[in-house]
């Protein structure tokens, strides 16, 4: 999609929440509708419509590629949300995941790549695929991805420590599967790929490693997501950026440096103050802490201010902006209408100025 596309959509002043999840909690069988590829397209095109926006933003569900990945290992699929290594994978693990391209896709990837060809369908709506990013699937992957990370970081390498090869070995399965998964959605026709990487942040990365001269965000966040980017770049297909953890100046600016269509960076962040990391060309989105729309001691009123404020913000320092939530909003049962609210007042509120 021609860059422009995006720029217009700011200029445009589009608000917008990633509310697909409200849309799928209406739904009577939600598990049902996560493995029917055009019952979930439908959710992800009344999301769309519903929100006046011609992004078809899929659900933020960061699950489907270790689903995938430890499927192919063979885990049982009843032990797959709670398991990790505590030890490096191996060469048959890795050998395994390498000819992911081999395997059936699973119910979920299926599915999600159904969806997006159900909205390619939509001429109205430009269809968007969604994946975890490489760093953060290795962090669900292995049972303390800290230690390893930080070890690396102290110029430990893989021969010398078993944390640091089994954080290597994750993320080479994590990219291997990831580009996989990409591969099948854009093949259904996504225009554009959200990549999720929540966990690119200052409790996983230290700081203090980072200021000292380390390279293990260039080694472990940064270059697999060049490969993502070039695999996208080769399809003629957009990256969204997402990461919504705590993040340092020098992290943002570095996530930057990928060139995505669009970035979505979480409420920890001030945006007007992050515009001078990002270029132009790239549209900042967010970043309102949807996160915390279910309490009730953040009313509506609130809302609207912090709503108004970031408006203007954003306008001085004139960047490209949409307006939107700090990550997908989730439907929290018993809090469902006063979310649903705040989304409305935000999208809806007259700002001054």
């Given at each position: 999609m021609d860059r422009r596309y995006y720029l217009d959509l700011a200029g445009s002043g589009l608000r917008m929440p990633i509310g697909a999840d409200l849309v799928l909690h209406e739904r009577d069988d939600e598990a049902g509708t996560l493995r029917d590829g055009s019952r979930l397209g439908a959710v992800i095109v009344e999301a769309a419509h519903r929100y006046h926006t011609p992004l078809a933003i899929p659900l933020m569900d960061l699950s489907v590629e270790k689903e995938f990945l430890l499927e192919t290992l063979g885990v049982s699929p009843s032990d797959i949300p709670t398991f990790h290594f505590s030890a490096p994978p191996g060469e048959e693990a890795l050998a395994r995941v390498r000819r992911i391209s081999d395997r059936a896709l699973t119910p979920r990837v299926q599915a999600t790549a159904d969806a997006v060809r159900t909205v390619a369908r939509h001429a109205d709506l430009l269809p968007c695929g969604m994946s975890i990013g490489p760093f953060s699937l290795m962090t669900k992957l292995i049972a303390d991805p800290i230690s390893g990370v930080y070890l690396s970081g102290a110029g430990v390498s893989g021969d010398e420590d078993p944390e640091v090869r089994a954080v290597e070995e994750a993320l080479e399965m994590a990219l291997a599967v990831i580009e996989r998964c990409i591969a099948v959605q854009i093949d259904a026709g996504a225009s554009a790929i959200v990549v999720c990487e929540p966990a690119a942040n200052r409790v996983y990365l230290s700081p203090k490693q980072l200021a000292r001269g380390s390279d293990v965000f260039e080694r472990m966040v940064m270059a697999p997501l060049r490969r993502v980017k070039a695999q996208l770049d080769?399809?003629?297909?957009?990256?969204?950026?997402?990461?919504?953890?705590?993040?340092?100046?020098?992290?943002?600016?570095?996530?930057?440096?990928?060139?995505?269509?669009?970035?979505?960076?979480?409420?920890?962040?001030?945006?007007?103050?992050?515009?001078?990391?990002?270029?132009?060309?790239?549209?900042?989105?967010?970043?309102?802490?949807?996160?915390?729309?279910?309490?009730?001691?953040?009313?509506?009123?609130?809302?609207?201010?912090?709503?108004?404020?970031?408006?203007?913000r954003m306008r001085a320092v004139d960047h490209p902006f949409i307006l939107g939530s700090e990550c997908d909003v989730l439907s929290v049962e018993g809090a469902r209408e006063a979310i649903v609210e705040k989304v409305a007042a935000f999208c809806t509120c007259g700002c001054d100025g």
């Open positions: 080769a399809a003629g297909v957009d990256l969204m950026l997402h990461d919504c953890g705590e993040l340092t100046d020098e992290m943002v600016g570095w996530l930057a440096s990928l060139d995505p269509a669009m970035m979505s960076l979480g409420s920890s962040r001030k945006l007007w103050e992050d515009a001078a990391r990002v270029p132009r060309t790239t549209v900042l989105y967010g970043n309102l802490p949807t996160k915390r729309f279910y309490a009730p001691d953040l009313t509506i009123e609130q809302v609207e201010a912090m709503t108004c404020d970031l408006l203007a």
